[in-house]
C-alpha cells in the first residue's frame, strides 16, 4: 500500500500545479489510508507537504502574471491568523472522543474526515454549477467579504489540514470574478501562507518523522512542475469543471469510506 501511496504523491503535486487545489484532499486520504497515520497527525504533514509544494508552484506561476498579489494577500490577511490559532490551541484541546452512545462512538478522527468530505462536496457543486454563469459580469465582492471568506478558509486549513484550495478558487472565481488561471496560481499563493503557518502552529504538539516527509515533499515538487507544464494545455473551462468533479468524487470516496 505504501508504493501505492509514493505513486499518488506524484500526483498531489500534478493536482497542485494543474488545478492549484486538491493536493491536500489527496494528501489526507493517502497519509490516513495508504500509509496509515492518524488523521490528527496526517493533517499536519499535509500541511507541511502542500505548503511547501504550492510555494514551487507559487513562484513558477508568479513568473507567468498568474499570481494576483492584492486578493491572495486579502484572503490572507484573516486566514493566517486563523489557521494558527486553531492549530496552536483549538485542535489540541478537542477530545479524542467527542461523544459515545452505547456501542457508537464518534471520534475526533471519523468527524476530521467526514467534515472534510462534506466541504469537498459543497465546494464541487460551486464550481460545477458556477462555471455556467453565460460570461455576464458581476460586481465583484467587498472586503468584508473577502475576509470573511479568509476566516472560513483559516478554520478549513486549521482543522483539516487542507490548502483549501478546494474553497479558495472558488471564492476567487465565484466572488472576485478573476480568470480560472489566475485563480490558480493565486489559490497557490494562499495556501502557501495558510499551510505553513498552520504546521508552525503544530511545532511542539506533535513528532514529526522528517526523513519521510521530505521524501514526500520531492515527490510532491516534482508533480507540480508536471501539473504546471500540463496546465498550459488544457482551457480554463476544462479546468474549472474537472477540478469540481475530481472534487466531488473524492468527497463521495471519503464520506463512503467513513460513515459504511
Do not use: C
Request: aromatic share 12%.
Amino acid at each position: 500500500m505504501e508504493i501505492i501511496g509514493y505513486i499518488l504523491s506524484v500526483f498531489i503535486g500534478i493536482s497542485l500545479g494543474l488545478i492549484g487545489g486538491g493536493g491536500s484532499i489527496l494528501t489526507v486520504p493517502v497519509f490516513v489510508y495508504l500509509f496509515r497515520i492518524e488523521p490528527a497527525l496526517a493533517t499536519s504533514y499535509s500541511l507541511f507537504i502542500v505548503g511547501l509544494t504550492s510555494l514551487s508552484g507559487a513562484v513558477f506561476q508568479y513568473s507567468r502574471g498568474y499570481v494576483n498579489v492584492k486578493a491572495g494577500l486579502s484572503f490572507s490577511v484573516s486566514s493566517v491568523v486563523t489557521v494558527f490559532a486553531v492549530r496552536k490551541y483549538m485542535l489540541p484541546a478537542i477530545p479524542d472522543v467527542l461523544w459515545q452512545v452505547g456501542a457508537f462512538t464518534v471520534t475526533k478522527s471519523a468527524a476530521i474526515m467526514v467534515f472534510f468530505a462534506a466541504l469537498m462536496l459543497a465546494a464541487s457543486v460551486s464550481m460545477i454549477l458556477g462555471h455556467q454563469d453565460g460570461g455576464t459580469p458581476r460586481k465583484q465582492s467587498g472586503m468584508p467579504t473577502l475576509l470573511a471568506f479568509g476566516v472560513g478558509i483559516g478554520l478549513v486549513t486549521g482543522l483539516l489540514g487542507a490548502g483549501g484550495g478546494f474553497l479558495i478558487i472558488p471564492a476567487l472565481v465565484l466572488l472576485i470574478h478573476i480568470p480560472i488561471k489566475e485563480a490558480i496560481g493565486t489559490s497557490l499563493f494562499i495556501i502557501t501562507i495558510n499551510s505553513l503557518m498552520g504546521f508552525i502552529g503544530d511545532v511542539g504538539h506533535v513528532s514529526i518523522d522528517w526523513p519521510f516527509l521530505l521524501k514526500i515533499l520531492a515527490i510532491t515538487i516534482f508533480g507540480v512542475f508536471i501539473g504546471s507544464a500540463l496546465g498550459r494545455r488544457i482551457s480554463a473551462d476544462r479546468l474549472r469543471s474537472g477540478f469540481g468533479w475530481f472534487v466531488l468524487i473524492m468527497g463521495i470516496y471519503i464520506l463512503s469510506r467513513e460513515l459504511f
